[in-house]
């Protein structure tokens, strides 16, 4: 293949030849064909490590160690047997780590998959939104502010279209864009007539073709990798790391222990190693691990049925421990189906009908339909919020309209429709300052017949204070103090209302005037205002209550008007003392403004700074804040903020990928739903770890225990595996499947430093693992004398009979088992039978027999032991009984 021409010293005509394109786009046909010959639009990523490498990596551990040399003293002693049980379960638990690590990999590809680029493409003549992977050279692509650029772009129209480069040239400025032909020797970071894959555009709009794909773009030789999704350490995961190195240290005191009393009564050398090695793979918890990634896996999962598609592993965890949240009003505690209500202009106040995005309707003059053609000041302000757009509307062909573009866009498509207008005859476009929430307006300029005019639109009081005329029956009038006064107002009254309120002004350009937004956006000539309907989420203020009764607060944060805000909160059942704007912000230093962060729930006219500025104040408490966001300005907040979450619908890619979490429907109440997942999943995860480790703490006993009375062994190594892998796994497992407690969403956030095994769980640990130690001693001690097989078969059958009661236990911390109900996580009762059901095969099948030295039981044994069983069960429950006299559930251990 010929090297690619120097794509920027040619012109777009010459660009569209050499790439056997068009403007009207590629064919199906031919995008298909190209696909086939120059592959997916896509990053090659760093092979993933094979199947064989990581299972390999599982026997890279200590206990795996201990165990082996376990097997080949045992082997080298005459005992094949047990050397080849050790052997078979040394290789077990690495299957499982095997599973859970490869399970856990899948788990964050999947997620990858669902985060894919979207890019607008002409095809076939048609605007198309398609998967970016699928773009090819030769596409043309549609670029608009917000957007990611998907591949190397050949610009061939552009108004003015600015894109930050920075992750490709370290040039933090925006770079202006625009088709023409540069010299041969044009530097990357000066191709001006290009843009390139990795980049986003920060201002304007535009068209380009594609260049290059995948790997051939600029961004793909350099980078070669770009993560999406990061497997970093949780929280839980450090939890759990330093809980590992306790039990290590605990292990070690424990062995000494052992070693010092086995030497006191002279036991053998052999004795005393097998002592030994049982005592290590009872202190470790073998099954944790594995539990903990299945647990985090599944909740990824159900989190995404919620909505919230989690981006970052640590990010589920966190929700869970969610005490602030900062939240966005449009769209996400309003619907964002807005229509325009009302249209005030200083000719006349006109209210319009009609439902929907549908261009039906009629302007009522105190209540007589009037023809918008016969008053110019309402005329011309539809035609200046028309001219000043991009949105579209269509016909879906169903009988419903849709919108194409932004919702508060939309709905002044929609108004000027009803008024019989449409851009279709509108003059060119030539200049573009793109509305962004700082800014909170926006100017497009065209070339009419005797000159270019601004159209401005946006929040009006930022307009009002930017014109210096207004347009009254048809000709300018000098706008007095008085008149931005009575305008004021009468916006005012607007947005009390719960209107969101929307200004126009327009500026014939006076030749020579340089063509920036500060200079254009001046000097106005203001045209009026429209209200706009854009009611609250029903199901928001049933999640706001949910909110307050969790200990969570919530603050709205936006860049709309303080008195629509307000209206908003009020509709909702937000109660606020008052409404800050960002101004007002300014005004405050940080410890007036935490003071009154606390009673004022409403902050508008909002930029990105000020949210920065807010999350550094709510921190300082140690507050968990969750904050949503959607434009590119947002990007801060969303990494500084504990959980960033991005907005699926309405947020930009820039947002999406800064954020920790993307809400797919933009719904607030999606994100208690996610929270009230969280703490599900964290209670959980307490819940098994402890069960599992009061297991462990029953074995200690059991064994320490023996050897200071001067019985022999009373657990094997391989049977304390079995039960800390298979068995207990088993129950654990379905632990983490326990519904929540009816009442996670009224007790307070879980303090984010709090440890999972807090005092009081510590003790109740220790005092159900010593009585299931204790029982599992008494049933061996009547025996050993008469059967060591069948006495250490009881121990070990017993052990896991009086885990199977315990785990009942550990279903709740505060709750008695007959308020949770018996039969409310049926996936319990099924690990239970099954536990019980592998441990018979234990016991009769001969295989089993072997392995495991075990013995048959009698029905009498099994009777015994089921009875023995039952003080675990009572001790549990009286202890919730006596502990629920205490009242505050807060103080209770599960939280
Ligand atoms: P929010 O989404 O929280 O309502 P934004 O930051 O998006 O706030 O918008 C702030 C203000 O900017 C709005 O209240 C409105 O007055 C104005 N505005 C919003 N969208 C546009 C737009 N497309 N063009 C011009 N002005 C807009
Ligand atoms: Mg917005």
Known sequence: MPPPPDWWSLTSEEVLQELRARPAGLTAKEAEERLERYGENVLREEARETRFQVFLRQFKSILIAILVIAAVVSFLVGEPQDAAAILIIVVLNALLGYTQEWQAGEAIEALKKMLVQRAVVIRDGEQQEIDAAGVVPGDIVLLEMGERVPADLAIVEATSLQVDEAPLTGESAPVDKAPGRLPPGTGLAERSNMTFAGTTVVNGRGQGVVVATGMETEFGKIAGLSQLVTAEATPLSRQMDVLGRDIGFIALGIAALAVVVGLLQQRGLLEMFLVGVSLAVAVIPEGLPAVVTLTLAIGIKTMMQKNCLIR??????????????????????????????????????????????????????????????????????????????????????????????????????????????????????????????????????????????????????????????????????????????????????????????????????????????????????????????????????????????????????????????????????????????????????????????????????????????????????????????????DAPALKKASIGIAMGIKGTDVAKESSDMVLVDDNFASIVAGVEEGRREYDNIARFTRYLLSSNVGEIVAIVGGLLLGLPLILIPVQILWINLITDGLTALALGLEPAEKDVMQQRPRDPGEPILTRAAFTIILALGALLGLLTLYVFSGLYHIDLDRARTMAFTGLIVFELYNVLNFRSFRFPLHRIGFFSNPALLYAILGSLALQVLVVYVPVFQDFLGTAPLTLADWGLLALLGLPVLLAGEVYKILRSRGGNPRVLPTR
Request: a negative charge.
């Open 312 to 633: 970052r592993l640590p990010a589920s965890e966190t929700l869970g421990a969610v005490s602030v949240i900062c939240t966005d009003k449009t769209g996400t505690l309003t619907r964002n189906e807005m229509a325009v209500v009302r249209v005030k202009t200083p000719g006349a106040e006109v209210a319009v009908t009609g439902t929907g995005y549908a261009p039906e309707g009629v302007f009522l003059l105190d209540g007589r339909a009037i023809d918008p053609g016969d008053y110019p000041g309402l005329r011309q302000f539809l035609r200046a919020v028309l001219l000043c757009n991009h949105a579209t509307i269509a016909h879906d062909g169903v009988g419903g309209w849709r919108i194409f573009g932004t919702p508060t866009e939309g709905a002044l498509v929609v108004a000027a429709a009803k008024a019989g207008l449409s851009r279709d005859d509108a003059p060119a476009a030539v200049d573009e300052f793109s509305f962004d929430s700082t800014r909170k307006r926006m100017t497009i300029i065209y070339r009419e017949d005797d000159g270019d005019v601004a159209y401005v639109k946006g929040a009006p009081e930022v307009l009002l204070a930017r014109s210096s005329g207004v347009l009254v029956d048809g000709s300018v009038v000098a706008l007095t103090d008085d008149l931005r006064e009575t305008i004021r107002e009468e916006i005012a009254g607007y947005a009390s209302g719960g209107l969101r309120v929307l200004g126009a002004a327009y500026r014939p350009l006076p030749a020579g005037l340089p063509r920036t937004a500060d200079a254009v956006e001046e000097d106005l000539i203001f045209l009026g205002f429209a209200g706009i309907l854009d009611p609250p989420r029903p199901e928001a203020a049933e999640a706001i209550r949910l909110c307050r009764s969790a200990g969570i607060d919530v603050i709205m944060i936006t860049g709309d008007n303080p008195l629509t805000a307000y209206a908003i909160a009020e509709d909702l059942g937000l109660p606020s003392e008052g409404a800050l704007t960002g101004t007002d912000l300014e005004a405050l230093t940080d410890d007036e403004l935490e003071e009154r962060l606390r009673v004022t729930k409403v902050l508008s006219r909002v930029t990105a700074a000020h949210k920065l500025r807010v999350i550094d104040i709510l921190s300082r408490k140690r507050a968990v804040i969750a904050m949503t966001g959607d434009g590119v300005n």
